[in-house]
Each structure stands twice: as C-alpha cells, then as structure tokens.
C-alpha cells in the first residue's frame, strides 16, 4: 500500500481531545537504540572517512566508536534513568541480545520495554527476508524476557511497502518509523490496523550530532524547544514527545551532561509523565477514537 492508503490526511485541530488521567498533560517517552554491527560488513554508520575513500573491511575505527557506545556509552546514561527515575524502551537489534547480554540484563532488571528493531543493523529493504528478519527478532526479544514484543522501530527508520502488514501479521500492536504526528495515528494494513506512536526524527541524535554536525548543548537545547511548544499544543488536549539516542551518540563524555539536564527540568513538570511505548499505546485504545 501507498502511505495514503494506509492513513487519510487529518489535521490535529480537527480531531476530538485526547485526556491523561490526574490532570496530567504530555506522555514523554524514551528510546535507546542498542545495536550490533557486523565488522564483516561496510559500516552502518561512520564518524570517520578512511584516507582513501571507499567502504574498508575492517572499518576498526568506525567500528571501535561505536562499541564505546555499548561498552562505555550505555551504561553512562543508565546513571541518568536510575538517578532520576525515569523509565526507557531499548530497541534493541535482535542479535544484540547475546551479543551484548549485560545491558539487555540491565534492561530486564529495570523492566524497560525491549522494542524490535531489526535482528542486525541493517536497512530492511537489504535483508534477504524481511518477514523471516521479523521473526527472528521477535523470537530473541521473547526468549530473552519472557514477553512477545509489542511495538517495531525499523533500523534507520526503513520499511519496505510490505513493512507495516508484516509486522500485524507476526503480532506486533505498535511501529514507530511513521514520524508524522503528536499523537498515535492508526495505519491500515491487510490484516487489520496497526498503531503508529510518535517518535522523532528532530530529538533524536543521529540528526543532530551526526548528519547536521551541532555542538554537544544542541540536543538539550532542542529538547526544551520541542518540549515547551509542545506542551504548550497539550493544553486542551494530550500529546506525545519523544526523545531518541543511541549510546555511541549521546553516551560519549562531551554529551552526556546536556542529556542529563534535559530531564532533570522536565521532571520538575508535575502535568508530564513518562511512558513506555506500549502504555502510550494501551492508553491510546482506550481513550482514542475507536478503530473502524
């Protein structure tokens, strides 16, 4: 299907308010991409160009920046979540469960929600099966923690036209590569309708840190924009932010303070709360409008 065949156009002032119990206002919710990359293939990502060009195999330097992230990275953000009591979603690759078993543990231990997300970092439209890489995925995630996942964030966002069928087809309720509202949306599918829940590409620090090169105090600087404006839209009717980062990213020294400090301010904020993807997605159901 095309995408607006999956989901007719829809002004959000059109629609009919969305209410949070207790007076609150905005669900946050935070994502942390947890990722494997094969060294016997040409880097996902890279921060440094080789001398001559062209793709090397070994890309040790790539490679290496972004195993700091799982050896070093993560486990400086999970000081933030801890220290201040804020709940997170890992979409994790589902390879990266074994291979990198401590923070899946660490994640399990503090009943984060695990979010598939490809079973190696790899576009979705490269994978010799992408019902096959679903499963797979599923299959780890639920081995792991005992729970079938719920919601999908494909690696770099990619989707087939077949991604969103699939992926009711294997159970999934939610898919997060559609970033086009504050609020959940509902895609058609031809086995039914799947959920859409807001995530990001502008808090998300890929963009900022590795496509538009910003300095470090960019990614708190954006949060409290998009966080302001966006509960400024709240009143009247709930919305969702989201905030996305990846360990090699945002866990680096110079970086982590400015994540830090973006939710020591919004925990001062008593109308917000923080979610997971699949409380975002039950509270949905039953106080959005009912599926057709």
Same mark, same amino acid.
């Given at each position: 299907?095309?995408? @607006? #065949?999956?989901?007719? !156009? ?14 609150? /206002? ?7 991409? &947890? #990722? ?21 195999? +070994?890309?040790?330097?790539? =490679?290496? =920046?972004? #195993?700091?992230?799982? /050896? ?41 929600? $695990? ?12 994978? *010799?099966? *992408? ?27 990619? #989707? ?7 992926? &009711? ?8 590569? =559609? ?18 829940? +807001? ?27 998009? $966080?302001?404006?966006? !509960?400024?839209?709240? @009143? ?26 973006? $939710?020591?301010?919004?925990?001062? @904020? ?13 509270? !949905?159901?039953?106080?959005? +409008? @009912?599926?057709?």
């Amino acid at each position: 299907m095309l995408p @607006k #065949e999956r989901l007719s !156009y829809s002004p959000i002032s059109d629609r009919a308010p969305l209410t949070l119990s207790d007076g609150k /206002r905005l669900v946050v919710w935070v994502i942390v991409n &947890v #990722e494997e990359w094969d060294i016997s293939e040409p880097m996902p990502r890279t921060v440094l160009s080789p001398p001559a060009g062209g793709s090397p195999m +070994p890309d040790i330097p790539n =490679w290496a =920046w972004h #195993e700091y992230g799982n /050896r070093v990275g993560f486990w400086r953000l999970l000081k933030v979540f801890d220290e201040l009591r804020v709940p997170a979603c890992l979409a994790i690759n589902g390879s990266a469960i074994s291979a990198y078993a401590p923070i899946a543990r660490a994640a399990r231990d503090r009943n984060w929600e $695990f979010i598939g997300h490809g079973y190696s970092q790899k576009s979705m439209q490269k994978v *010799e099966s *992408e019902a096959a890489d679903i499963a797979r995925t599923t299959e780890a995630i639920q081995h792991f923690t005992g729970r079938r996942p719920r919601g999908w964030l494909g690696p770099g966002l990619t #989707e087939t036209w077949e991604t969103p069928d699939l992926l &009711v087809e294997a159970g999934y309720e939610y898919v997060c590569d =559609w970033v086009l509202d504050d609020e959940p949306v509902r895609l058609n599918t031809r086995s039914g309708p799947i959920l859409s829940i +807001p995530y990001t590409q502008e808090c998300n620090d890929v963009a900022m840190m590795l496509i538009q090169h910003h300095k470090a105090s960019e990614f708190y600087e954006r949060a409290m924009d998009q $966080f302001e404006q966006i !509960y400024k839209d709240a @009143k009247g009717s709930a919305r969702v932010m989201a905030i996305s980062v990846h360990p090699y990213i945002m866990g680096a020294p110079h970086r982590a303070k400015y994540f830090r400090m973006i $939710f020591e301010k919004i925990r001062k @904020k008593r109308d917000v709360v923080f979610w997971t993807g699949a409380q975002i997605a039950d509270w !949905y159901i039953k106080a959005g +409008p @009912k599926a057709p």
